[in-house]
Each structure stands twice: as structure tokens, then as C-alpha cells.
């Protein structure tokens, strides 16, 4: 059983920055591959961001390309996303999710690939 607890939403301005931190707790985390997800009210559930078991991949939705990163931490079973220049479009739920997978280095970007999810945690955006 996998669980992922994320941390660190809350509310911002619009132009600042928030780290999101998800804490696996597996006995492997570098065994998933990891992903960011975010749901506004009314629309559909859509990733954000995700990155391979190895680190060495990643993919970023356009809208936050160039502002958002994913990095991750094996040794600490943790996963992060790194928010920056926060704009009225990014307000969300995010989620943390994680899925099982063989392969080191590919990504992902269908949700129906992660199994494994977290509560959520709450990004509102202050103009």
C-alpha cells in the first residue's frame, strides 16, 4: 500500500511562489514514477507535472512550463513542485500521484496511469 501525503499549499499572491512537498511512504520510491496534478473548481482533474524513476525526464503541462519544476528526492522518498510567478489560472487542488512502473525513463502523462494518490492540498491565488 502506497501512501502520499502532500504539504506546503496555502494561500499566495499572485507573482509569488509555493513548494509543494509529497511524502511517499514506500520502501523504494525510485520504483514510481511521480506526478503533479491539479483540479479547479469545474474542470477536469489535469497534470501538471511528472517525472520519470530516474529523475532524468520530466514534462510540464504548457500553461506552467518555464514556472513550475518537479524535482524529486529518492534518498528522502520525496517529491516536490516547485511553483513560481503564480497567476490567476493556477488556483487548484493539487495532488500528488505515483505510479508503479518498470520502465527508468519514460514519463507518463495519462492520469489513468497513476494508481497511487494523495488528499490533496489547496493553492489559492490573491490578485
Known amino acids: 500500500q502506497v501512501q502520499l501525503v502532500e504539504s506546503g499549499g496555502g494561500l499566495v499572491q499572485a507573482g509569488g511562489s509555493l513548494r509543494l512537498s509529497c511524502a511517499a511512504s514506500v520502501r523504494t520510491v525510485s520504483d514510481y514514477q511521480m506526478g503533479w496534478f491539479r483540479q479547479a473548481p469545474g474542470k477536469e482533474r489535469e497534470l501538471v507535472a511528472a517525472?520519470?524513476?530516474?529523475?532524468?525526464?520530466?514534462h510540464y503541462t504548457n500553461s506552467v512550463k518555464g514556472r513550475f519544476t518537479i524535482p524529486r528526492d529518492n534518498a528522502k522518498n520525496t517529491v516536490y513542485l516547485q511553483t513560481n510567478n503564480l497567476n490567476p489560472e493556477d488556483p487548484a487542488v493539487y495532488y500528488c500521484?505515483?505510479?508503479?512502473?518498470?520502465?527508468?525513463?519514460?514519463?507518463?502523462?495519462?492520469?489513468?496511469?497513476?494508481?497511487?494518490w494523495g488528499q490533496g492540498t489547496q493553492v489559492p491565488v490573491s490578485s
Open positions: 500521484a505515483a505510479a508503479h512502473t518498470t520502465y527508468f525513463n519514460t514519463v507518463s502523462v495519462s492520469r489513468g496511469s497513476y494508481y497511487y
Open positions: 517525472i520519470t524513476r530516474s529523475g532524468g525526464t520530466t
